[in-house]
């Protein structure tokens, strides 16, 4: 089975990049295919309509009726699945390495040849109906997002409370907009025949050029304080810091940043008993960013938790990290690069937006908001 000698991507016509990684000792083959744009372009008349064409594109194509579709999935193993966020929409799967070429045939037909069908539709809005049912509540970084960002497209939530009345006309006219090559990035990693990946990827340059989204002025951030700190009960407090300057090259930067607040609330946390978990990562988008920060407690901790944080996070901000804690975060940060090479799907995804050669990897600053500039949530 032939292999190129190292990670290369190809640029088709369309602008659409396809980016191989292979593993030859890999027993199993990962493909991505990621669509920029997301929900941050939708409007108040399409709402919603994004998310359920992520559900649409699984159903059922020009060729393959949903089950035979659904066979053709399982027959694979069954790890093929859809994703839209704020900036982007996504198709993914895993198999065999012998199957490299079928996942890779199945995920383009799925992206090229649609058929939104009145039935499927009309199927598929109940489904996400009983999303909101089941899930009943507001992730935390879905909360976070949505009042650090009010009154703009990014701070919307993604899976809209109101979804705007959908046909299959109008997912149509929304597909075209949205399946163009200057959009696409593919990537494929782990065990694989190229000359076979590449016939099954080849209709992707066939696409359009299209255009690149749109993302108007980026949102302000907006500092403030909602809920109200109760001892009687188990809470889960929430923190969000911009990242501000923001510089896009400086990814690496924003994650040693959650990396040096995760280590230091993780052991002012620990060392007084105030907190049962403690979570830190980074929302990096196109123009914005911010850190969040979500710490957990139990009854009669809860205040002198929220004080314990603020009093981390105001100290932080002010004098920024000592030398020896961002050595510590910086090993960190390669030690867990290192480790990510090895999941295949979390590869494949970071190369549909940062391919070999921009990486923004080699910024590396960390860079904290004036003390004071916080969002704090309490739930």
């Not at 990962?30 to 939708?42: F, I």
């Not at 959009?183 to 025949?193: I, M």
């Not at 860079?367 to 500039?373: D, H, I, R, S, T």
């Amino acid at each position: 089975m032939p292999h190129p000698a190292a990670t290369t991507t190809q640029t088709l016509p369309n602008a659409g990049r396809i980016t191989f990684d292979p593993r030859p000792q890999a027993a199993s083959v990962a493909v991505v295919l990621r669509l920029a744009g997301g929900t941050r372009e939708e409007t108040a008349a399409d709402a919603g309509h994004l998310h359920l064409l992520e559900h649409l594109l699984l159903r059922r194509t020009a060729r393959a009726d949903s089950s035979a579709l659904a066979r053709r999935v399982m027959a694979l193993g069954g790890m093929v699945n859809a994703e839209t966020g704020r900036e982007h929409l996504a198709l993914m799967g895993r198999a065999p390495a012998a199957l490299a070429s079928a996942l890779a045939d199945l995920l383009v037909e799925c992206l090229c040849e649609p058929a939104f069908d009145e039935t499927d539709l009309a199927l598929e809005l109940g489904v996400i109906e009983a999303e909101r049912t089941f899930v009943g509540h507001t992730p935390p970084d879905e909360s976070l997002i949505r009042l650090a960002w009010p009154q703009h497209p990014l701070g919307r939530l993604l899976l809209p409370a109101d979804p705007a009345p959908a046909n299959p006309a109008a997912l149509q006219r929304l597909w075209a907009r949205q399946c163009v090559g200057t959009r696409l990035g593919v990537a494929v990693v782990g065990a694989f025949d190229v000359a076979a990946v590449e016939a099954a990827l080849a209709p992707l340059a066939k696409l359009p050029a299209g255009t690149a989204p749109d993302w108007g002025a980026p949102p302000q951030f907006v500092p403030g304080r909602y809920g109200d700190l109760c001892e009687e009960r188990p809470a889960s407090l929430l923190w969000a810091l911009p990242c501000t300057p923001y510089d896009r090259v400086n990814t690496a930067g924003w994650e040693l940043t959650a990396t040096v607040l995760e280590f230091t609330l993780a052991a002012a946390l620990r060392d007084t008993g105030l907190a049962y978990a403690c979570a830190v990562w980074p929302e990096v988008y196109s123009d914005t960013g911010l850190i969040a920060v979500q710490v957990s407690t139990v009854p009669g901790r809860v205040a002198a938790c929220a004080d314990a944080v603020n009093a981390c996070l105001d100290t932080l901000c002010k004098t920024g990290p000592a030398p020896e804690l961002l050595s510590l975060a910086r090993a960190a940060r390669s030690a867990r690069a290192a480790l990510a090479r090895d999941h295949l799907e979390d590869r494949a995804r970071a190369l549909t937006q940062h391919p070999p050669g921009i990486d923004p990897a080699p910024g590396q600053r960390i860079v904290l908001p004036p003390a004071g500039c916080v969002l704090q949530i309490v739930v």
